[in-house]
């Protein structure tokens, strides 16, 4: 067993990832190594879909006119410090995957396209490329929504859970405590209802967020969110709603 040092917080009880992660990267004896493929991250134009990552909390209104007239909508412009943190982020979100894959718990892409965007899932001796889809995504056709899960992970039946990794600013996650969900959901509402998203689409019922500071200690910390049926089905009844009032060019002024 590894000694941990320079870790201020280690895994409280119920943590699945965050120990295997302290293990895996603090032992010598594992050959680590992989291709990092990274991209400039955009902003996503708009498409007509509602997306797990940004519409779960709008209004009736803002979601109205993301489907009538996404123009009108202010345009979102990323400066340097957000440019920098996300490319930071999916390096990190690399290794993450890389290690997770190593460790035999990610569940590996399904053969097919994608549902969420089309492309076809990349094989698993394939060069990392744009043409292909590199996350498991889920789609519902009724309401016009998607998502993509950073992973899925197999810890054994029945522990599967939808993955999601969030980078953060190094201080970000002081006074932060592991497992305590009700934190997550008041502190980080956005991602919440993210997951939640991704839970109703997939047919997942568990899911886990791991977040880790960019920088040292290079804390991480662990949530654990169970899937809540009665905010899904009032998030699809919204997406329905927004889609009718579109389709009879009747405005939503709330």
Not at 54 to 81: A, F, Q
């Amino acid at each position: 067993m590894p000694v941990f040092e320079g870790v201020s917080q280690y895994a409280a009880s119920g943590c699945l990832v965050k120990p295997v992660l302290l293990q895996f990267f603090q032992d010598a004896s594992v050959d680590f190594n992989f291709t990092l493929y990274l991209a400039r991250s955009g902003n996503r134009a708009p498409d007509g879909w509602f997306h797990a990552s940004t519409h779960p909390l709008m209004s009736h209104r803002e979601l109205y006119l993301y489907i009538t007239d996404p123009g009108s909508l202010p345009p979102r412009r990323m400066d340097y410090v957000g440019s920098m943190a996300t490319m930071m982020g999916t390096v990190t979100h690399g290794v993450i995957e890389a290690a997770l894959d190593q460790m035999g718990v990610a569940v590996p892409l399904p053969e097919g396209d994608c549902p969420a965007c089309g492309k076809p899932y990349r094989p698993a001796r394939a060069r990392q490329s744009r043409k292909w889809c590199m996350e498991h995504g889920a789609a519902h056709q009724e309401s016009m929504s998607r998502c993509h899960l950073d992973s899925i992970l197999d810890f054994g039946p029945p522990a599967t859970f939808g993955f999601d990794y969030k980078s953060i600013r190094p201080l970000g996650l002081k006074g932060v405590p592991d497992m305590d969900a009700d934190y997550f959901a008041e502190k980080w509402p956005k991602y919440w209802a993210q997951m939640q998203e991704c839970m109703r689409m997939t047919g997942l019922r568990r899911y886990i967020v791991f977040f880790l500071g960019l920088g040292t200690p290079w804390d991480m910390r662990e949530f654990h969110i169970e899937f809540d049926p009665g905010f899904a089905a009032k998030t699809e009844a919204k997406y329905l709603e927004v889609l009718d009032h579109a389709r009879r060019g009747v405005p939503i002024l709330w």
